[in-house]
């Protein structure tokens, strides 16, 4: 089992606020029932993984390759927080919402310990992935699920205004770090085919996550941390929807020379939900965006490419299916 396997809540749950803010209301009932379902399952499959499997669990652990997707965990509990909260469903997001803080915390010091102790006298320039911007997408996901609770809380306001806004900057400096280190791994290093896998497209969704968080943060209340930066994270937003957008078709093209002239073979793997969720980010980024700074081009594109999202999420969980009959199928042969 993947340690990344929870960006498929990450996929279906964005897919879910998407479909919300689309106007979509019956299809969002149904794939929030999804999404939650399928946080449960993993969960336990997960608890089940770290008890019978504990020497596994710390070797991925020390991977610098799969270390960064144990945060996936924190995404998707904060994807579905929010998708909740947007529901009405406030305790059970309050909920998630402390277990995704806790849990972006403790990881967020273990993993780059453990990545560094494990690399000994070696450089780990060679290990950077796309798997690495997901320490940033994590501390987003807590900045949205902290900003959108605010709006409904009768206490603790500053406390989450608090919480938004500390992650959202971490998350920033985070994003241009690991963006650094990125480049310096494709530039400096030899780079194949096989090497531009589906987390690279995470590059272009934290662009656009950065722009749902901030407009969250945007439109909360009055509290004097965000009176603060309200004018410099609304000033920003733009600026990153512009990254995402042009991140976009660049992405698009990475996989048509990997797939159609590389010839790499295009299977299911979990990795794959690494493109369902930034699809789905970048059109909710366009609607918030239109609606935070009245960007009318960002609202069509973002209100048209949730077509796409919905189309890849469909394949992507068809494919995920047929895998799984295929692997049942061997077992039973």
Do not use: C
């Amino acid at each position: 089992m993947s340690p990344g396997y929870f960006a498929l809540v990450m996929g279906t749950g964005i897919i879910t606020i998407g479909a919300g803010q689309r106007g979509w209301h019956t299809l969002a009932e149904l794939l929030l029932t999804l999404t939650a379902l399928e946080y449960a399952v993993l969960v336990l499959l997960s608890l089940w993984r770290v008890g019978a499997y504990t020497d596994l669990v710390v070797v991925d652990l020390r991977n610098p390759r799969a270390s960064f997707q144990f945060f996936t965990f924190v995404a998707g509990t904060n994807v579905l927080a929010a998708a909740l909260a947007a529901h009405g469903h406030l305790t059970a997001a309050t909920v998630l919402l402390y277990v995704g803080v806790g849990a972006v915390t403790v990881l967020g010091y273990v993993i780059p310990w453990l990545v560094l102790l494990a690399r000994g006298p070696r450089s780990v320039l060679p290990e950077v992935n796309g798997t690495w911007f997901l320490w940033s997408v994590a501390l987003h996901s807590v900045a949205i699920g902290a900003a959108l609770l605010e709006h409904h809380a009768t206490a603790g306001e500053d406390v989450l205004a608090a919480v938004a806004v500390i992650s959202w900057s971490v998350g920033v400096v985070l994003y241009v770090a690991t963006a650094v280190l990125v480049m310096m791994r494709l530039i400096m290093l030899p780079v194949g085919p096989e090497d531009i896998d589906p987390p690279y497209w995470i590059l272009m969704g934290l662009s656009a996550l950065v722009v749902v968080a901030g407009s969250h943060i945007v439109g909360m209340t009055d509290a004097p941390l965000v009176d603060d930066v309200r004018g410099l994270v609304s000033g920003l937003l733009v600026l990153f929807w512009g990254v995402a957008a042009w991140l976009l078709p660049v992405m698009v093209a990475l996989g048509v020379w990997r797939h159609g002239f590389q010839r790499v073979p295009l299977r299911y793997t979990p990795m794959l939900w690494s493109i369902v969720f930034p699809l789905g980010i970048f059109a909710a980024s366009g609607m918030s965006l239109g609606g935070t700074d009245r960007v009318p081009l960002a609202t069509w594109i973002g209100r048209e490419l949730m077509w796409v999202a919905l189309a890849v999420w469909a394949l992507t969980y068809l494919a995920m299916a047929w895998s799984g009959v295929k692997r049942l199928h061997a077992v039973r042969g």
